[in-house]
């Protein structure tokens, strides 16, 4: 019986080939869809899962109660590992690292600077990291080691076997290759290129070797024994801070080492969200274009009711019962439900190279994973069930009599039930329009907002080798002024576009002694403002005219109003390096995250402290000369090391990136659900069409105009797609508002994305259902009323 039924399901996909190619054309488009959306979620959900005991790791958090507010930070002391090994049981390993850090390593004339983690030996026993070459049991006990990445091995040492082998660190220390080890996933939190021992550190930097619960400047790792002890030790670690340092408000947290990546949001201590939520938005949207998918099937199916009505009417005459035509409806629903699979799987494959490199991510097809092949069956099983359910119930449930007479609509419940599919497409679609759009507005609105300072015309070079040298700094800065590269130069201890660096531990006149405010610290050379584009409020910056400033500091409006002094130049600042003078207030610059206010700082004079130079260039050039002359200047200065110069426009961008993978993936799916819309809304009209031709014939013959045809057959469709946006605007503002009430600077709502959302739909479904529309009207009235 089921070879006959596959049969007949064959020979009627074949002889309806136009209305095969639509349907396995809409399933296969859903069904791409949906698999691109659900291994992207897959590939952001293995994020720091590929370790053997993912599951008990933790990462330690410290979370800084001030005032009111509470500061969540995934960086803490360099003697939290060694406290919580020696004195929380149930814990198996800790181990303390650097956060990845842009060094140059080199093999004699090949010179690279690339991200470097120094870690303890226990941190290869939490994160089993696969070794190619060199005994992980070993690696990081040796001072002078290094282990490789795979790439990186290959960048220094090309097809030679670099155990043993000696590379140099900022061409100062000979370190010996004592492993290599695959790259690094892209889904994984830690990245580097190559790894280095914490003793290397501490032999470099003396804050490394002491011990100061104050200086949160590592990451913390700790495994447990079994996921039973979790609550026991998250509770003792809890006040560890408390232990150690006299009235501190800290407490450290345990967070599960799997959830950094997609729950990095913190407030009042607690994880609330954070890349997870937008996960939740993707995995809702594969399934509601799969389902739209479907109901297209539905639509197309039930359109062609007539022409399958008298089939059902002779098989249900000799014998057939409703199960066995179900049966055959549904075997050929999930036939071509796998037709479409194999047209699905090559999209996927042309598709997934570019959304790779759109996304920078690395989503595959594991072939080889069972896991991969089980949800591909069930998703195709479980698409053409949802697809064959509603046409099969539908059409086995006409009777013999009446169809073999003359077909007519069983009823009106039916031609409402896909009216009603088709609306729910189509609210859908409005509701991607509205929030794709509010997204592209959000975006443009935060880019366009301004930062504070000139960022388009200003690079940074970070100061290497013998240009750390603070003597070095005016040769820097005359040659590259001579050369015609720069207009200002000046120095600054971190990036432009870089937190961190921060502190609760200042006061000033009038200061409560319970009220903790978070400065920002950094330190720059003189002329700051002056060359990145900002200005002066209130009394000078650094100067090469003055010749005491490392006792003076300029704020920025931020901390003037965080301080609540009215006259703040002259008032005297302790902070926990010494005593500084205000001298100048700066306008607030953007620096951490572009949809936040600016946080109070404070900038010093200490050039040995500064890590960058800051270059304006010169804009009467163009930019490549003045970028080349910038390099030369470097090479003849600083040979030994290579110039990672970079445009501050360019890492501003990088601030966007989780908004703007929003804002793509939302519009490039959304465009999908709109297509797969526009099938469904084709699906109806030819259902309308079939069921309308004789009354179309008849008001021809009695003289109406093509024109009255298209209005009459399109008016009920554009009801139904008002109908949508009506239900749809309302959802989408629900949406949209909290979407945006997560930012501090955020677009106001206004009547446009609506606008636009109810013009291109109906302007869609018009052209949609008057290229059905207008066949049926063009059509001679004699065809349909020959048999009358």
Wanted: proline content about 3%.
């Amino acid at each position: 019986m089921f070879r006959l039924d596959l049969k007949i399901a064959l020979r009627s996909l074949w002889k309806n080939k136009g209305y095969t190619l639509i349907n396995v054309g809409g399933l296969s488009i859903g069904l791409a869809s949906c698999m691109i959306l659900l291994l992207y979620v897959s590939y952001e959900w293995s994020y720091d899962r590929q370790f053997t005991n993912f599951d008990k790791t933790y990462i330690v958090y410290n979370n800084y109660k001030a005032n009111t507010q509470t500061f969540s930070w995934p960086s803490t002391p360099g003697a939290m590992s060694d406290e919580i090994k020696n004195n929380i049981p149930g814990v198996v390993y800790t181990s303390h690292s650097t956060f990845p850090e842009d060094e140059v390593i080199s093999n004699g004339e090949k010179k690279f600077q690339k991200k470097s983690v120094y870690a303890d030996p226990s941190f290869l026993k939490i994160l089993d990291y696969k070794f190619i070459k060199g005994d992980s049991r070993t690696a990081l006990n040796n001072v002078n080691s290094v282990i490789l990445t795979k790439t990186m091995a290959k960048s220094l040492f090309g097809d030679e076997d670099p155990i043993n082998k000696t590379v140099k660190l900022k061409n100062t220390e000979v370190l010996k290759v004592e492993g290599v080890i695959e790259d690094i996933p892209k889904n994984s939190s830690i990245q580097f290129d190559y790894l280095m021992p914490w003793s290397l550190l501490a032999k470099q930097q003396s804050w490394a070797r002491t011990i100061n619960w104050e200086n949160n400047m590592c990451v913390t790792l700790v495994q447990l024994q079994n996921s039973t002890v979790f609550d026991k030790a998250n509770n003792l670690v809890k006040d560890i801070y408390k232990r150690h340092t006299k009235g501190a408000t800290n407490e450290a947290l345990l967070h599960p080492f799997s959830k950094w990546h997609l729950y990095d949001n913190f407030e009042n201590g607690k994880s609330v969200g954070g890349r997870i939520d937008q996960l939740r938005i993707f995995l809702v949207l594969a399934f509601c274009i799969l389902l739209i998918a479907c109901v297209n099937f539905m639509n197309l199916s039930t359109a062609r009711s007539e022409k399958r009505a008298k089939e059902v009417g002779v098989r249900k005459s000799i014998g057939s019962s409703r199960g066995a035509l179900i049966g055959q409806f549904m075997i050929e629903s999930i036939l071509l439900s796998f037709i479409a699979m194999l047209f699905a799987f090559t999209l996927m494959e042309l598709s997934l190279p570019y959304f790779n490199s759109l996304l920078n991510i690395e989503l595959v097809i594991q072939y080889r994973d069972p896991r991969f092949w089980v949800l591909l069956t069930g998703l195709t099983l479980l698409t053409g069930v949802i697809a064959g359910s509603y046409p099969a119930f539908y059409l086995s449930s006409f009777e013999p009599v009446k169809v073999l007479k003359g077909f007519s609509l069983a009823g009106s419940s039916s031609l409402s039930i896909r009216k009603v599919l088709v609306v729910f497409q189509f609210v859908f679609a409005v509701c991607l329009i509205i929030c794709t759009a509010v997204i592209y507005q959000q975006l443009n609105f935060i880019k366009n907002k301004p930062v504070g300072y000139n960022k388009a015309s200003l690079v940074e070079i970070p100061l290497q080798g013998n240009l750390s040298d603070k003597e070095k700094l005016p040769l820097l800065r005359d040659q590259l002024i001579k050369s015609g590269a720069a207009s200002q130069v000046t120095y600054f201890s971190v990036s432009l576009n870089e937190g961190g660096n921060n502190t609760f531990g200042i006061s000033w006149p009038g200061k409560s002694p319970k009220e903790k405010v978070l400065f920002n610290y950094r330190d720059a050379g003189y002329d700051f403002a002056k060359t990145i584009g900002s200005g002066m409020v209130a009394g000078r910056e650094f100067s090469s005219r003055y010749h005491n400033d490392t006792t003076n500091v300029v704020v920025n409006q931020a901390a003037v109003k965080a301080m609540g002094l009215k006259h703040p130049i002259g008032t005297v600042i302790n902070t926990f390096r010494n005593r500084l003078t205000i001298i100048g207030v700066m306008k607030d610059f953007v620096m951490e995250s572009p949809y936040k206010n600016a946080l109070p700082m404070y900038i010093t004079n200490h050039t040995e402290e500064v890590r960058y130079a800051v270059v304006s260039l010169n804009s009467t050039q163009n930019i490549s000369t003045s970028v080349d002359q910038i390099d030369q200047v470097f090479k003849t200065l600083n040979p030994n090391f290579p110039v990672s110069r970079k445009f501050v426009d360019d890492a501003f961008e990088q601030k966007f990136q989780s908004e703007r993978l929003l804002g793509i993936l939302s519009n490039w799916f959304g465009g999908f659900a709109i297509f797969i819309s526009c099938l469904g809304l084709l699906g109806l009209a030819l259902f309308i069409a079939e069921q309308r031709k004789k009354e179309v014939s008849i008001r021809k013959v009695l003289g109406a105009s093509t024109m009255n045809i298209l209005t009459l057959l399109n008016k009920d469709f554009i009801k139904l797609v008002a109908i949508a946006n009506l239900i749809a605007f309302p959802l989408a503002y629900i949406i949209i508002n909290k979407w945006l009430s997560a930012f501090e600077f955020k677009v106001a709502i206004t009547i446009l994305p609506f606008a636009i959302a109810i013009g291109l739909s109906l302007l869609i479904a018009v052209l949609t259902v008057s290229a059905q529309s207008i066949k049926v009207a063009k059509s001679t009235p004699v065809d349909a009323l020959k048999c009358e």
